[in-house]
């Protein structure tokens, strides 16, 4: 791996605290950061280095899945750190924050190799990437990537505006947005369980797929977020990006060996054989709610518009399901059901693959279950296959069995890890390309539409359940049901 220089904007956040140091730091002790490495540390704060160096050394002893324990390791590491105060908005603070890289790459003997990640707000992002451009600091004889984080855009008009104003100063190609759930391990096998297992690619089609199910619940309510979720809705905060980008991943069809390109070229005809709505049919195919009072755990809530920072009139959606149609000769005819929400019974996001229904044999009337292929993303990390097997004895009844395809082990490497990883390395694979964001808001935009002038109904929810009836209704009406909801 090249030596690089890993200019951290946002470096006294909460996101570098939680996620990007301990990130680093295990990359680190598994051996796959470059050798010649210096990460410069930016916030507002009037920090010195060693302040830095304590923070991200307390990040790491609380969120580290690898706990620091070697003095020398920690110490090799913390001592690539520096800290540079700087305001995003004062052109002569680039100046400065240049000076001090280009002394770390000659002090360290590194070519001008720079990726530059933004921990901070999106609005920023515009004023950064002038910035950068402005000062030279993206002009340097080696490489330059920009990292950024969601959201990228509020709709489709605001993501082209944000698009256009970065492409000003770095390329498609320069540019890395996080979808952290690209990140996940299971996420990254997808395409292994397609390509290496013939078995499974056969079967990947709308010939013997009746249906999938994409869902993303969640136990947590709004949290300390409500400035940014009452503006977000689950729909901008988890539907156009994770759950989109899910879909993606399950539709495609990957040959052996597939690059990234073909990767993200294969996502992106999916996005584009996705069916469009029409504003006034989006009531027939989506359905929104919002979480009233209830309990989780056994420990009561209160219901979304009691929550602290949330108007009691808000409209804001905490859950959607969708139904989606891929028009295209593999998938015509499947339904996609994707569904997520805040304050629902229990943590977890998977991929349930629903095959067509056995041929029903008259001598055996017990009906067998539908095969299932099961891919649980998180907590839990699995994938399994759920095939009818005969209950021994004399009634006949099918029993189903489980094939456990994969399961990970404890303490794999978290999603940031994986993505920090892959964009020091230059693989874009896992990473939002412009064409699936841009296709993903003109997916959503008419929902966003729908939902702004009230054409569809907000229906309330009690807190600890499965969401709104109607999301069950969505499916039945399909001859279909969410599989695991008890
Ligand atoms: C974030 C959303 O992107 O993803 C949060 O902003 C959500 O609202 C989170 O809670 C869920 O991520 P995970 O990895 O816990 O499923």
Redesign the pocket.
């Known amino acids: 791996m090249e030596p690089t220089t890993f200019v951290l904007f946002g470096a006294t956040g909460d996101l570098a605290k939680r996620k990007i140091y301990p990130a680093l730091y295990n990359l680190f002790i598994r051996g796959k950061l470059p050798a010649a490495f210096s990460v410069i540390g930016l916030g507002r704060r009037e920090w010195s280095d060693d302040t830095l160096r304590a923070n991200v050394e307390q990040s790491l002893r609380q969120f580290s899945r690898n706990k620091p324990e070697d003095a020398a390791t920690l110490g090799r590491f913390l001592e690539a750190f520096r800290y540079c105060m700087l305001d995003i908005g004062r052109e002569a603070d680039y100046l400065r924050l240049l000076d001090l890289v280009k002394a770390r790459e000659e002090e360290l003997g590194i070519p001008e190799n720079r990726l530059f990640y933004l921990s901070v707000g999106p609005e920023f992002f515009g004023t950064i990437a002038d910035n950068i451009r402005l000062s030279g600091l993206g002009s340097g004889r080696g490489w330059k990537r920009l990292v950024i984080e969601?959201?990228f855009g509020h709709d489709l008009r605001s993501a082209r505006e944000l698009n256009r104003k970065l492409s000003e100063s770095f390329a498609e190609d320069e540019i890395y947005r996080i979808?952290?759930?690209l990140g996940?391990p299971i996420v990254q096998r997808l395409e292994t369980l397609q390509q290496e297992n013939p078995v499974i690619q056969a079967l990947w089609t709308n010939r013997y797929i009746a249906n999938v199910q994409i869902t993303?619940n969640?136990t947590?309510g709004v949290?300390e977020?409500a400035g940014?979720?009452d503006r977000?809705g689950a729909l901008r905060?988890?539907f156009q990006?994770?759950l989109l980008q899910l879909l993606m991943m399950a539709a495609i069809h990957l040959p052996h060996d597939s690059s990234s390109e073909t990767v993200r070229f294969k996502k992106k005809r999916v996005m584009e054989s996705l069916e469009l709505l029409q504003k006034e049919d989006v009531g027939i195919h989506v359905v929104r709610g919002q979480y009233a009072a209830g309990s989780i755990g056994g420990k009561p809530v209160v219901g979304y518009t009691s929550e602290p920072g949330i108007a009691p009139d808000s409209r804001t959606e905490t859950f959607i399901a969708a139904r989606l149609h891929i028009d295209n000769n593999n998938w015509r005819g499947v339904p996609f059901y994707i569904r997520t929400g805040?304050r629902l019974k229990e943590?977890s996001?998977r991929i349930v693959v629903e095959f067509k229904e056995p041929v029903k044999h008259p001598r055996s009337p017990n009906g067998a279950e539908p095969n299932l292929l099961v891919i649980e993303?998180?907590?839990k990390e699995s994938i399994t296959l759920q095939l009818n097997t005969k209950e021994s004895g004399l009634d006949g009844s099918f029993k189903p069995i489980h094939i456990d395809l994969h399961a990970v082990g404890e303490n794999s490497p978290e999603?940031y890890e994986n993505l920090i990883g892959d964009a020091l390395a230059g693989d874009p694979t896992f990473f939002a390309h412009w064409d699936e964001v841009e296709l993903s808001w003109q997916w959503v935009q008419p929902i966003l539409d729908a939902f702004g002038e009230d054409l569809v109904p907000l229906h309330s929810y009690e807190a600890g359940g499965y969401g709104p009836a109607e999301s069950d209704a969505l499916l039945a009406r399909d001859g279909f049901h969410w599989w695991f909801d008890d």
């Open positions: 969601k959201p979808d952290h759930y996940k993303a969640e947590v949290e977020r940014y979720y977000a905060d988890m990006n994770h805040k943590k996001t993303i998180g907590p999603a």
